[in-house]
T-cell receptor
Framework: AQKITQTQPGMFVQEKEAVTLDCTYD???????LFWYKQPSSGEMIFLIYQGSYDQQNATEGRYSLNFQKARKSANLVISASQLGDSAMYFC????????????FGTGTKLQVIP | DTEVTQTPKHLVMGMTNKKSLKCEQHMGHRAMYWYKQKAKKPPELMFVYSYEKLSINESVPSRFSPECPNSSLLNLHLHALQPEDSALYLC???????????????FGPGTRLTVL
């Protein structure tokens, strides 16, 4: 079974608008961490934001915020005020406490920002 | 220094060649990773080194041989590769904290490998 599901292969957003990228996950481990990475066409994976399963508040990092709904097992990334440089592939990932250093990635969402 | 460097950026090799990919970090991270990424796919974990010891090998064929000479360096030795091994090879590192919080992975720019 897929541990991380990203159901949007591609998304378009107008510049300066907000966009939500969906991510659902599946785990029976009570302790886990969720990560979002951005991968521009150049190839480098850039860490954006982290949410721990025990964190009481939704994570925020600048224009990035994470809408964490634990009961629904979803961890959607919200990008506010989109910029042209936000055009990239976005991956949701999870690390379970029982999984040592292993991180499982979703299939990704390609975001294109339109001027 | 908050970056992971990888060399070379591009590599073209024949199926009989032997080559190596190199990865370096100077952030004091104690976990280092090799991933393989095919076009339009997520990264696939190959190997993990924790405190310079191989801790995870995701059933990778023996034509890929990892090496961790010290806490800052990670190599991937390649021998007798197949055309289907052509991919982007990403190296990453992380602090290896005992808890999950803040243990994000920092990635290098990758090596684009083409096997002819």
């Amino acid at each position: 079974a897929q541990k991380i599901t990203q159901t949007q292969p591609g998304m378009f957003v107008q510049e300066k608008e907000a966009v939500t990228l969906d991510c659902t996950y599946d785990t029976s481990d009570p302790s886990y961490g969720l990560f979002w990475y951005k991968q521009p066409s150049s190839g480098e994976m850039i860490f954006l934001i982290y949410q721990g399963s025990y964190d009481q508040q939704n994570a925020t990092e600048g224009r990035y915020s994470l809408n964490f709904q634990k009961a629904r097992k979803s961890a959607n990334l919200v990008i506010s005020a989109s910029q042209l440089g936000d055009s990239a592939m976005y991956f949701c990932a999870m690390r379970e406490s029982g999984g040592y250093q292993k991180v499982t990635f979703g299939t990704g969402t390609k975001l294109q920002v339109i001027p | 220094d908050t970056e992971v460097t990888q060399t070379p950026k591009h590599l073209v090799m024949g199926m009989t060649n032997k080559k190596s990919l190199k990865c370096e970090q100077h952030m004091g991270h104690r976990a280092m990773y090799w991933y393989k990424q095919k076009a339009k796919k997520p990264p696939e974990l190959m190997f993990v080194y924790s405190y310079e010891k191989l801790s995870i090998n995701e059933s990778v064929p023996s034509r890929f041989s990892p090496e961790c000479p010290n806490s800052s360096l990670l190599n991937l030795h390649l021998h007798a590769l197949q055309p289907e091994d052509s991919a982007l090879y990403l190296c990453a590192s992380s602090r290896m904290k005992t808890g999950l919080h803040g243990d994000e992975q920092f990635f290098g720019p990758g090596t684009r490998l083409t096997v002819l």
